[in-house]
């Protein structure tokens, strides 16, 4: 069953702090995980589903998933000198590729795919001890042409259903966002008018609007990491949102978001 | 698309080396040490070395780099050239 629902950002800087970042800034971002560690401890899940968009990290050129489930015992990331590894719940992580295949969503899996800063920065604040199996969910966001935002609201339907119908507790966690730029010219000044309208959406309960955005627009507002948020959207319906924080730095709308859903 | 865009065939092997000095510890630490040898062995072209070597990104994207490989090759790099202060507060 579906027990929880959260999206949140992932940037680097929150994690490794450099003298760029604005430190209060940083703190009350921290601050708003640190709600969801607690969150995440009171609704003492068995599994945490994340979906996240790679950072052309586990998937090169060699091969691009628009979709993909890591299944295997456990999975391992590294960034500079932050060292990461995670159990997988690999029944859960198998029970969704069978389940998802059958459906027709004709999903890639890997059993050796390195984790993207992606999953764990925000699970670097967030993860109980000790620490709950992930199954982690991939969203291509990064390598066009990407999954179209109805083709990931459509998956996220069936990851509610499909989760719905199994007897473990399952969070699920959308990594990614808000509007940003990297690599271009826009690095320095963000949509964050776009971030505030698609917050009152959502708190508004009206986040299947979000489907029918195209991949034109996620590109022109920074915002073509939303495609892992809009997939969870798909399984959370029309609960409304409640905004933990939203900060918008020089470089990126960060947001922490929990869908409290009615659990039955 | 106006800030990502499909990455084109003919520079798969620009952005290659680019993912490896993202995510290829010992491919950074052979660039750091050689940069033309180990461009040599990624087989980039003369143009694309050129750009790389002068940290163009606007060249490096005009010739089909990925922007976001752009902007994190440089950054590892930088993170081990540079005494950049991390955790800062």
Redesign the interface.
Known sequence: MLVGAFACAHTPQLLARPETEDRELVLRVHAAFARVKRRLEALRPDAIAMIAGDHIEAFFLSAVPALAVYVGTECAGTFGRYRYRFPIHEPLARALVEAGIERGFDLVYTQDAPLDYAFYVPLHFTMPEPSVPLVPLHVNVYLPPQPTPKRCYEWGRALGEILGSRSERVVLMASGGMSHFPGTDRYASPEFDYDRRLLDLLSAGRSRELAAVTAEELDRAGNIELRTWITLLGAVGDAKADVYCYEPSWHHGNAVVEWPLAIT | ???????PASA?RL??CL?AL??DDAFRSRFRADARAAMREMELDDADAAALLRGE?DAL?ARGA???????ADL?LR?EREA??????
């Open positions: 698309m106006v800030h990502y865009r499909f990455p798969y952005n290659r993912f993202k995510s990104r994207v990925h922007p976001y490989l752009v902007f994190m590892r993170m950049v202060t991390f955790e800062y507060f």
